[in-house]
Each structure stands twice: as C-alpha cells, then as structure tokens.
C-alpha cells in the first residue's frame, strides 16, 4: 500500500517494524493465568482432569466442580485446588461453586466439562426413545451448561477488569455430535447442538461486560467413557482420524483451553478438535 511502507514496497524490514510498533502500542493482551480462580466442572476426570491440572500447573487456583466426591478431592488435593460437590443442573449447587470460587481469589475462568453422552435409537427394538432420557441428556449438557455460564458470568461482571478490559472467559464443551450425529444419538447430538448454538449470542450478550464465551467441540477423545470399549474398538476409532490417527487426549483439549483463555480475539466461536475427522452414520 502506497505511502503505508516508507519505501513504498512492503519489504520484510518495514513489515518487521510495523508489526513491532504495533505490539509495542497494544502490549500484550493476554490473560495472565497466574493468581486468578478458573472453575472447572467434571474436572474430577477426563477432559476436565486434564484442564484442571493445566490452569494449576499455570498458576492459577481450580474450583472442580463435580458429581464424584472421592476422585474430585483428590484431584484438587494433588493439585492445590478446591473441591465442590456440584450436580450442575442445580442452580444452589451453582451458586454454592461460584461463591467458593469468588472466596479464593478473582473468578476469571470458568470450563464446563461436565456432561452425559447416553445412546438410544429414535425408535429402536424396545419402542421410541424414551423421553424421560431425551430430557435428562439435554438437561444435563446444555441446561447445565448453561446454568454455570448465567452464575460465572454474573460473578465475573463484578471483577475489576484486566488492563485490556477482560474481566473473564467461558468455555464450554460441545462434541462434532453437534454436527454429524451417528445413529442413536439424536438426544446426545440435540444437547451439544444446543451449546453450539448459543454460542455467540452468549458471546453478543456478555461483550459489553468485557466477558468472552467460546465452545470447543472435540471429535474421538480418550476419556473414562471410551475406555470401558473394548481395546479392538478404541484402536479401530483412532486409525478412523485422517491426522493425527489417534485419540484425542485431556491435555489436547486443555492446551486448547489455554489458548482461549490467552487469546482475547477468540470470542462467540466453535472450534472443532477433531484431525479432520467428519463422523460416519455409525
């Protein structure tokens, strides 16, 4: 761009400079992990374990919010944290986390983990889909979800806000159910769906308040749930992904975690962690 460059040409040493004055005049716009509060539910295994020990590791104090009271202590023993009992559905369970999480410290994180993932034919060999089960699947990951989210993000609007205006992140976990949903999924696909789709109007809402929310949809992760298959099947899921063939592991999805919590233009999206893979009927 004429006039932009003093050479009139982008040459690489201009373009140095001028990426150099840029950063030196916005400075760096990442959130410091260190000394905040990140809640975390489902943070007693899997995706959440994983991330609960990253957000430690940084530096920071994780609230595991959790159904299993054994292993969600001791994971918050090992780690410095704190452990809640918390049925996410529940909104005095979802009072009583965030009220913990704002007693240590400034609440800036918060990473919905928890869920359910039931499988059930829209009619199989027994009749239709049981309702009841339909209910509790989107109760559990997407009315829960969005539960936390609503009582986080209230904590979170009291903060005084970082140099760059953030006072905190959501995060929330969808699955690339929400988009290619196999067989006997229709309950599990309806509420990952849902958390994909409320994604940015979230996002739109909480701008003004200087709050980012954001969704990660992984595709085949090495989680408790997978691990009771048998091994032949877990081997078979991962030479199923294009690159890398494996199973996606808790601390693929924590790093991701940590990018968004970092990367204050990541806002109102849905990222799908998956290698590449598109999921076949069944």
Do not use: W
């Not at 205006?165 to 976990?173: A, D, F, K, M, Q």
């Amino acid at each position: 761009m004429p006039g932009f460059f003093s050479s009139g040409r982008a040459d690489s040493s201009n373009i140095i400079d001028v990426y150099v004055n840029v950063i030196s005049i916005q400075g760096d716009r990442s959130m410091d992990i260190q000394g905040k509060v990140f809640i975390v539910t489902g943070g007693a295994s899997g995706l959440g374990e994983g991330t609960a020990r990253m957000l430690s590791a940084q530096g920071g104090h994780v609230v595991i919010a959790d159904m299993q009271a054994e292993r969600g202590e001791a994971v918050a023993r090992e780690i410095g944290g704190t452990f809640v009992r918390c049925d996410v559905t529940s909104e005095a369970d979802g009072q009583a986390v965030v009220a913990q999480a704002v007693a240590r410290g400034k609440l800036m994180g918060l990473v919905n983990c928890a869920g359910i993932a039931p499988a059930e034919k829209t009619v199989g060999k027994s009749g239709a889909h049981g309702l009841a089960l339909f209910t509790k699947t989107v109760t559990v990951n997407l009315i829960g979800s969005f539960n936390m989210i609503r009582l986080a993000a209230e904590a979170m609007c009291r903060n005084d806000p970082e140099p760059t205006g953030e006072r905190g992140v959501l995060i929330s976990t969808a699955s690339v159910a929400a988009y290619d949903g196999q067989i006997g999924q229709a309950a599990y696909s309806a509420s990952k769906g849902g958390i994909v789709g409320m994604t940015l109007p979230i996002a739109r809402d909480l701008a003004r308040n200087g709050i980012r929310n954001m969704t990660i949809a992984p595709g085949i992760f090495g989680t408790p749930m997978l691990f009771g298959m048998p091994q032949e099947v877990q081997d078979a899921l991962a030479a199923g992904v294009p690159f890398p063939s494996r199973l996606g592991t808790p601390e693929d999805y924590a790093r991701l975690a940590r990018h968004i919590f970092e990367n204050d233009m990541l806002n109102g999206e849905v990222i799908r962690l998956d290698g590449a893979i598109r999921m076949a009927p069944r």
